[in-house]
């Protein structure tokens, strides 16, 4: 590690699903400040998901400031800045004035289940595997693209002219960032398209084709780590900072893991759920009901990662608030639930937005059964977080048979992994142990260990590796036969959903 002697500090970007977040990182490696700004979801129609551009980017100002102001941080002290990013969200604008052409379509969105059928019925699902590491499915950004040229009128000619620009929410941060100087992704964002060739990382021209997407719409795909441009124009920070590293959320949350060896593993509690495991320096196999994607680009190396992605995860507990009125606040949901020892037969299935991994049934909807006349609300609330653990001890439970390796210990992070109750209940339902860090907020931390690195205030993994630290570490409490007993008692109830 380097030893300045003026203090660097590095602004992490965290524009996530339902707020932005920022966080200011000592070159100590030490968060001094972390601030969030929600953010309106708009619902078109049921099953559609949309943002204001204009939103995520007044709020990722706001967060920014917030975080420098908390940490009494000087803008004109920033080393680096680190951006990570919701990362199927797919963004159209304008080439010349930067103006959105449409709300951003976020990644939840289902609007193109039909589209993606017809791909599946055309029998196109094997090549868009062999070649992208992703399966079919509304989740990513490569229809999202289609439907957008499909459906506003003019969009398709502008897009073959070149007058659009395309991006997931990194591209579009990072073009106003530079006043709009670049229009770049990085190759973990790229891998999120359906467009890219997850063994070259360019755009690949077969898989835009049978999308329907012009080149011209693309932006330029760059490593992980490494100065992409320098800020210019940007409220409340000076020009010329680098923007030193771009990523995808959970590949953010598996660096700020320091989930740095093959094999090892996280799971971030967000919106959703998101369980990554570094499969490192060739493509991961296929394997049912998972996807691969890049890792991180640094230094021309690229590292894969194996990864199988549930919708709902800490949304339902939003639900629980907003749609039902059970908790008054998010944070209740634990005290709720420690109401009853168990869920007394109610059982929840997260499929609010379809079901993501393993099955990709876009059609899918939520579902509670096992209700009685002694259903309480508080049996609802263990029933929604169980459901939450569930749902991810499958997901391991996929990866494990397919690589024919068992997973002894997984990180946790995220907003819901501050919840004792819920990783008590991942530990017993995936017989792993949770290993909690001292920092949940890994996503930022990842984004600003990846830009330190980008700028040289770390030089390599290593120094990562004696910064992160462990908060608690929560023990698989149940026998095996009674765990294999609940996960076929979920996977009869995600049948009916």
Not at 110 to 118: D, G, P, Q, S
Not at 382 to 392: D, P, S, T
Not at 479 to 496: F, G, H, M, T, Y
Request: one cysteine or more; a positive charge; charged letters at 20%.
């Amino acid at each position: 590690m380097i030893s300045w002697a003026v203090p660097s500090y590095i602004l992490a970007l965290d524009q996530g699903t339902t707020g932005s977040a920022a966080a200011v990182m000592d070159d100590a490696g030490a968060v001094r400040a972390h601030a969030k700004r929600e953010f309106r979801q708009i619902f078109p129609k049921p099953g559609w998901v949309e943002h204001d551009p204009a939103d995520i980017w007044r709020s990722t100002l706001e967060a920014a400031a917030r975080a420098l102001a908390a940490a009494k941080v000087s803008p004109a002290r920033l080393a680096a800045i680190g951006i990570a990013n919701q990362r199927e969200t797919t963004l159209l604008w304008n080439r010349r004035t930067g103006a959105p052409v449409h709300n951003a379509i976020v990644w939840q969105d289902r609007r193109t289940a039909e589209f993606c059928a017809k791909l599946k019925k055309a029998g196109h699902e094997a090549r868009v595997r062999s070649r992208s590491g992703l399966v079919i499915d509304p989740y990513f950004s490569g229809t999202k693209i289609r439907w957008l040229l499909d459906h506003v009128p003019g969009l398709r000619a502008r897009a073959k002219s070149g007058a659009l620009a395309f991006g997931t929410v990194d591209s579009y941060l990072l073009w106003r960032l530079t006043g709009g100087a670049l229009h770049a992704t990085d190759a973990t964002n790229a891998s999120r398209t359906m467009l890219m060739n997850l063994k070259t990382l360019a755009w690949d021209d077969e898989l835009c084709d049978i999308l329907g997407v012009p080149r011209a719409l693309l932006p330029e795909i760059c490593p992980t780590i490494g100065i992409l441009g320098r800020t210019k124009g940007v409220p409340g920070l000076p020009d010329g900072i680098p923007i030193a590293a771009m990523a995808g959320d959970q590949q953010a949350a598996l660096f700020g893991q320091a989930c740095f060896e093959p094999g090892s593993a996280k799971c971030t509690f967000g919106t959703g759920s998101f369980l990554l495991m570094n499969a490192g320096a060739k493509v991961p196999p296929a394997i049912p009901g998972c996807v691969a994607t890049v890792a991180w680009l640094w230094k021309e190396q690229t590292t894969y990662a194996l990864e199988g992605s549930a919708f709902i995860c800490g949304a339902a507990v939003q639900w629980l608030r907003d749609g039902l009125g059970v908790i008054a606040s998010s944070a209740e949901v634990e005290a709720l639930a420690r109401g009853v020892p168990d869920a007394g037969g109610v059982q929840f299935v997260p499929a609010l937005t379809g079901l993501g991994a393993p099955h990709w049934r876009p059609e899918a909807r939520g579902l509670i059964t096992g209700l009685t006349r002694g259903s309480t609300k508080a049996h609802l609330a263990r029933a929604v977080l169980e459901g939450m653990a569930l749902q991810n001890a499958e997901l391991l439970s996929a990866m494990e048979k397919g690589l024919k390796r068992r997973v002894r210990s997984l990180k946790v992070d995220g907003g819901a992994a501050t919840d004792d109750l819920l990783m008590q209940l991942q530990a017993d339902y995936s017989g792993a142990r949770c290993v909690r860090p001292r920092v949940t907020e890994t996503t930022a931390a990842g984004a600003a260990f990846m830009a330190g690195l980008g700028v040289g205030l770390w030089k390599t993994t290593a120094d990562i590796e004696t910064v992160w630290k462990k908060d608690r570490e929560f023990v698989p409490s149940c026998s095996k036969p009674e765990r294999i007993r609940r996960l076929r008692r979920w996977q009869d109830a995600v049948a009916k959903a």
